[in-house]
């Protein structure tokens, strides 16, 4: 009796084990990301940054000084040590610097020594050789190094912002800092707009923040956003505006902002301590989409060019149907100017001999004397 209560007892726990095994199943990925990140932070320092390949992770941690330490793991989390190499493009001010990343066999990881980071993004792109095969990918650091990408990182997870909340114009929210910025671009003519929110995320001026952008897609940006300017029903600060080269959503997408003194850095979807995924079947940033803002842009350049119009009566502004027949009541063609030279011709000409015989007088007698006498009288 008590070996079939002990079978029983046994068999329940078997029943209950059998879902619990199931769950597990589940959020094994993340489990393994997680113990990657943990594994790489044990190796190359806390705050370390691990971008997933499909063939493994790869953890990088770029000090503010441009020492880099980076791991290898397999897809079984396990660290490669061995016919690993790599290298590293430094793009900074300066302009491109090549580094080698070699294995220091008595840490166990790859190091390099780079240039110290200054910019408030520093793009480094990398290329590992791992057991013969290229892993190659894109980072855009701050001035404080991954460490800092990942302190920002874990400070935006405590605010709490809604998953998948929209700002007022549309776009993604992303918390940088202290500030919350609303992200969108306009999907045909690559124009980037950042706006500054208020805690209950209204517009406010931009002030004096300086925003730049490192974008991964089909190949690295950074671009450094301007202050709008002042047009018609649009405030000079309103929002910060750029130009990106997009033929998709990027995979990507790194924010810097500057502001009194203060800068700060978020990474569009990443979370401290888990691994940033950059194969091909990776989520993208969604920050593309279809705007107004052309349309908005030819009806204030038109109400710009009335406004002259109505102060200079040179000025004359058509629209509709009546512009056309009015364009080509106002067409004047001027002809060309052209000026023909006649070809040098030299005739000579010679003048006819002309010979005139002289008149031949004979006066008779009478009438000389008649001449004498009327010259005698008087």
């Not at 040590?81 to 840490?107: C, H, I, N, Q, Y």
């Not at 240039?115 to 408030?120: G, S």
């Amino acid at each position: 009796m008590k070996i079939t209560k002990l079978s029983g007892v046994f068999a329940l726990l078997l029943i209950a084990a059998a879902p619990a095994c199931g769950k597990d199943e589940q959020p094994a990925e993340a489990t393994a990301t997680v113990e990657a990140t943990a594994t790489a932070e044990s190796t190359i320092g806390e705050g370390a940054y691990v971008e997933e390949h499909e063939s493994g992770k790869a953890a990088f941690n770029v000090a503010a000084d441009g020492n880099v330490k980076a791991a290898v793991t397999g897809p079984d989390g396990k660290p490669i040590r061995e016919d690993v190499s790599g290298t590293l493009l430094w793009k900074d001010a300066s302009g491109e610097k090549s580094v080698p990343l070699t294995f220091d066999a008595k840490a166990g990881v790859l190091v390099a020594a780079g240039p110290k980071l200054d910019a408030d993004l520093t793009e480094i792109g990398y290329t590992l050789s791992v057991a013969g095969k290229p892993w190659s990918g894109t980072l855009h650091v701050p001035a404080g190094g991954t460490a800092e990408l990942y302190a920002n990182a874990k400070g935006a997870a405590d605010l709490g912002l809604p998953e998948g909340k929209l700002g007022p114009h549309g776009g993604r929210i992303e918390i940088v800092g202290d500030d919350r910025l609303e992200l969108l671009v306009d999907e045909v003519s690559g124009e980037v707009r950042v706006f500054a929110l208020d805690a209950d995320l209204k517009p406010i001026d931009i002030g004096e923040r300086k925003v730049t952008l490192g974008v991964v897609a089909e190949a690295p940006q950074v671009v450094v956003l301007a202050p709008v300017a002042a047009t018609a029903g649009v405030a000079a600060g309103a929002y910060l505006t750029g130009k990106l080269a997009l033929a998709a959503d990027p995979l990507k997408v790194t924010i810097a902002v500057r502001n009194a003194g203060r800068s700060a850095v978020a990474l569009c979807g990443y979370r401290a301590g888990a691994a940033f995924a950059v194969h091909a079947r990776a989520p993208r940033v969604k920050v593309r989409m279809k705007t107004d803002w052309h349309a908005h842009a030819h009806a204030h350049a038109h109400a710009d060019l009335k406004a002259k119009a109505d102060l200079d009566p040179k000025v004359h502004v058509h629209t509709g149907a009546g512009a056309k027949a009015n364009a080509k009541a106002h067409v004047n063609v001027k002809a060309p100017s052209i000026r023909v030279t006649p070809p040098s011709v030299n005739v000579k000409i010679k003048a006819p001999s002309i010979s005139i015989p002289k008149p031949s007088f004979k006066a008779s007698a009478s009438a000389r004397a008649s001449a004498g006498a009327k010259v005698g009288t008087h």
